[in-house]
Structures are given as C-alpha cells and as structure tokens.
C-alpha cells in the first residue's frame, strides 16, 4: 500500500468529521478509501450506460432493451465486477 498527502480546507474537514460519527466509519483514511470506491464504481455504471446509449435504436427492429433495463444490467455488471452481492 502506498502513502498520499491530501490537503482538505477546514468546512471539508469538518463535514467529514461529522460524517465518520453519522455513518460509523473508525477513520478518515478508511472513509476516504470508501469515497474513492464509490466514485470509481459511479464512473463505470456513467461509462457503461454511455456505452449502451450509444447501441440504442442499433437494433433496427429487433427486440430491445428499456432504458430502466439497460441500467439495471450495467450496475448488475458493475456490482458482479466488485463482487456485490444484489439479491
């Protein structure tokens, strides 16, 4: 594992406080971890529906996919990937 520096400026650093309390986190760094799997993840699911936005109407008359159900299947692959169990 590899040490950063991050610099926060003081209201940041204080909603992050309150917010280790609020949702039990024992560490900034454990919460920071947590913020930074979160963004990733979010960036996959915004990359995959991009994707899947870019096939609609690709079918040409086939059967095709909803856009609630193109994006339950992207996040069902996201959450596969990071081993999230959904059911």
Do not use: C, V
Not at 7 to 28: F, G, H, I, P
Not at 61 to 79: N, P, T, V
């Amino acid at each position: 594992m590899e040490a950063i520096t991050l610099k926060l400026d003081t209201e940041l650093l204080k909603a992050l406080d309150k917010s280790l309390k609020k949702n039990m986190y024992s560490t900034r760094t454990e919460f920071i971890r947590d913020a930074i799997r979160h963004k990733l993840t979010e960036q996959e699911k915004q990359e995959a529906l991009r994707k899947l936005a870019a096939l609609k109407g690709s079918l040409k008359g086939k059967a095709r996919m909803s856009d609630e159900m193109a994006g339950e299947l992207a996040f069902r692959k996201i959450a596969k990937k990071h081993r999230i169990n959904l059911d």
